[in-house]
T-cell receptor
Framework: KNQVEQSPQSLIILEGKNCTLQCNYTVSPFSNLRWYKQDTGRGPVSLTIMTFSENTKSNGRYTATLDADTKQSSLHITASQLSDSASYICVVTAEMYSGGGADGLTFGKGTHLIIQP | DVKVTQSSRYLVKRTGEKVFLECVQD?????MFWYRQDPGLGLRLIYFSYDVKMKEKGDIPEGYSVSREKKERFSLILESASTNQTSMYLC???????????????FGDGTRLSIL
């Protein structure tokens, strides 16, 4: 069964500090991995996407990495700001017709990040 | 800018009522989805539609039905609401897998539904 596991479940850090969120998956065959940011009371918004051949992708202070061999991804946030407080969701897409839920998507349960001033 | 609009941000209903949640997208997307989101459980797929009048069950379809009469609109129906259906409901849309490339799902801002 395709699965996506995220850690930690929740994290509290001080403003200005860096942090790293983890995503491990067993989705096969792999197509891509996407990180979403979900602010409180809003829908998820895509931050980055990585395909099999990519191992690093940046979006401002957010840097995602992918190790397709170990089936692990991380999202690193540099110099955190109060606006980074949100849930971060890892979503892995399987190749067409290979399962993993409708449209081939498997969601992680998210990491809840709190930035304290 | 792309937009997925859910008709209500907050909704309070009583046990046994029939509840309709509406979602409209303006991107001409073929795929539309309904999820519920609960603390510690993440997003769980209720139903998925890949075309007008077409639907597929997701992981937790029990107690729900859907309707897609027009491409831009996807409705979630709680036939007889129960307290365990109190949750945040999120609608999303996307291009079909064959044409999606690296385009993401686009989500609405959710409807927080309370069943009393």
């Amino acid at each position: 069964k395709n699965q996506v596991e995220q850690s930690p479940q929740s994290l509290i850090i001080l403003e200005g500090k860096n942090c790293t969120l983890q995503c491990n998956y067993t989705v096969s065959p792999f197509s891509n991995l996407r990180w979403y940011k979900q602010d409180t009371g809003r829908g998820p918004v895509s931050l980055t996407i990585m395909t099999f051949s990519e191992n690093t992708k940046s979006n401002g202070r957010y840097t995602a990495t992918l190790d397709a061999d170990t089936k692990q991804s991380s999202l690193h946030i540099t110099a955190s700001q109060l606006s980074d407080s949100a849930s971060y969701i890892c979503v892995v897409t399987a190749e067409m017709y290979s399962g993993g839920g409708a449209d081939g998507l498997t969601f992680g349960k998210g990491t809840h990040l709190i930035i304290q001033p | 800018d792309v937009k997925v609009t859910q008709s209500s941000r907050y909704l309070v209903k009583r046990t046994g009522e029939k509840v309709f949640l509406e979602c409209v997208q303006d991107m001409d997307h073929e795929n539309m989805f309904w999820y519920r989101q609960d603390p510690g459980l993440g997003l769980r797929l209720i139903y998925f539609s890949y075309d007008v009048k077409m639907k597929e069950k997701g992981d937790i379809p029990e107690g729900y039905s859907v309707s897609r009469e027009k491409k831009e609109r996807f409705s979630l129906i709680l036939e007889s609401a129960s307290t365990n259906q109190t949750s945040m409901y999120l609608c999303a849309s996307s291009l079909p897998t064959s044409r999606r490339g690296n385009q993401p799902q686009h989500f609405g801002d959710g409807t927080r539904l309370s069943i009393l």
